[in-house]
């Protein structure tokens, strides 16, 4: 019932800034969060940063101050703003929306994931 279009992403170097984007699409109401994670092979997938639909919002201790996230609740998106990227912010990023009050019927609630975009920092 939600779709995650994710766009962004690429190689830049330690240092570097890129900028990762995300529309929700689909039969819902409301989106509670959207947001960002980031998975490295053979490690658990991490929150990067989230925001609710009143504009709070949450960072990982690892990017606090160098990523900033956005939402536009009025077109369902949200972008991650990564600057003074590091080697180890190499990782695919998921976009996520949680807390999805979608449209039935049945009327539901869910949590969806876009299909990854990967970042690689080089030293």
């Known amino acids: 019932q939600v779709q995650l279009a994710e766009s962004g992403g690429g190689l830049v170097q330690a240092g570097g800034s890129l900028r990762l984007s995300c529309a929700a699409s689909?039969?819902?109401?409301?989106?509670?969060?959207l947001g960002w994670h980031r998975q490295v092979p053979g490690k658990e997938r991490e929150l990067v940063a989230k925001v609710d639909t009143d504009g709070i919002k949450t960072y990982a201790p690892s990017v606090e101050g160098r990523f900033t996230i956005s939402r536009d609740n009025a077109r369902n998106s949200v972008s991650l703003e990564m600057d003074s990227l590091r080697p180890e912010d190499t990782a695919v990023y998921f976009c996520?929306?949680?807390?999805?009050?979608?449209?039935?019927?049945?009327?539901?609630?869910?949590?969806?994931w876009g299909q990854g975009t990967p970042v690689a920092v080089s030293p």
């Open positions: 996520y929306a949680a807390g999805a009050w979608t449209i039935g019927p049945p009327d539901g609630w869910g949590d969806y």
């Open positions: 689909g039969r819902f109401y409301s989106i509670k969060f």
